[in-house]
């Protein structure tokens, strides 16, 4: 069936570092999205991409989808405390039914 | 605006029993997904409700099983609970029905403990 892999599993970043975490898809997808959870809440919705080579801004936060809609990536541009969580990506898949298959996640600390 | 509202936060059961886990959607939205996420996991899709009917679901047993109301609440029921039930189960609203591209706005899940 249909995977969504996330790299790295954790990530420890000085306050001021980037950070990057890669999601790979086995089957193409029709988009891709991002979610934030922290440490004892609920996911929160950050970003969909949906087109090929789709490349979305926010703040300090930049995604990019593949060209082949099989993977995707977030970078976060000098890291701040507020960063902490885990980062989920989610594929929604071609068929016209409403599962989405998260990643692992990504779990970043940020030291101050 | 009304958010996701789940009950109860959490609950405690023995290896056999049954379980009703509820969900309120966002004021809006029209479609109901429910998640299982495991200690440290991403959250795995169980089903989608849509319509009052089940549209979607995942590599879950049929003692997994749900229903959603006219007013797109729903609920999760879970038969003959196993320990490997233990788990934060999510509930997501989501405002256009039917298929995978929706953005997702999750409660803050009901922890289940079975014992």
């Known amino acids: 069936g249909q995977q969504v892999m996330q790299i790295p599993q954790y990530q420890h970043v000085q306050e001021g570092e980037d950070f990057t975490t890669y999601c790979n898809s086995s089957t193409t997808l029709s988009n891709i999205q991002w979610y934030k959870q922290r440490p004892g809440g609920h996911p929160v919705f950050l970003i969909q991409?949906?087109?090929?080579?789709e490349v979305k801004k926010q703040k300090r936060l930049t995604f990019q989808f593949g060209e082949a809609k099989k993977n995707s990536s977030l970078h976060i541009t000098a890291t701040q405390t507020t960063d902490v969580g885990t980062y989920f990506c989610?594929?929604?898949?071609?068929?016209?039914?409403?599962?989405?298959?998260f990643g692992q996640g990504t779990t970043l600390q940020v030291k101050p | 605006e009304t958010g996701v509202t789940q009950s109860p936060t959490h609950l405690i059961k023995t290896r056999g029993q049954q379980v009703t886990l509820r969900c309120s959607s966002q004021?809006?939205?029209?479609?109901v997904s429910w998640y299982q996420q495991a200690l440290g996991q991403g959250p795995q899709f169980i089903f989608q409700y849509y319509r009052e009917e089940e549209n979607g679901r995942g590599n879950f047993p049929p003692r997994f099983s749900g229903l959603q109301f006219p007013n797109y609440s729903s609920e999760l029921n879970v038969n003959a609970l196993e320990l490997d039930d233990s788990a934060l189960y999510l509930c997501?609203?989501?405002?256009?029905?039917?298929?995978?591209?929706?953005?997702?706005?999750f409660g803050n899940g009901t922890r289940l403990t079975v014992t």
């Open positions: 004021s809006g939205h029209n479609t």
């Open positions: 997501a609203s989501s405002p256009f029905g039917g298929s995978g591209n929706s953005p997702l706005h």
């Open positions: 989610a594929g929604g898949g071609s068929s016209n039914t409403g599962k989405l298959i």
């Open positions: 991409l949906v087109k090929s080579g």
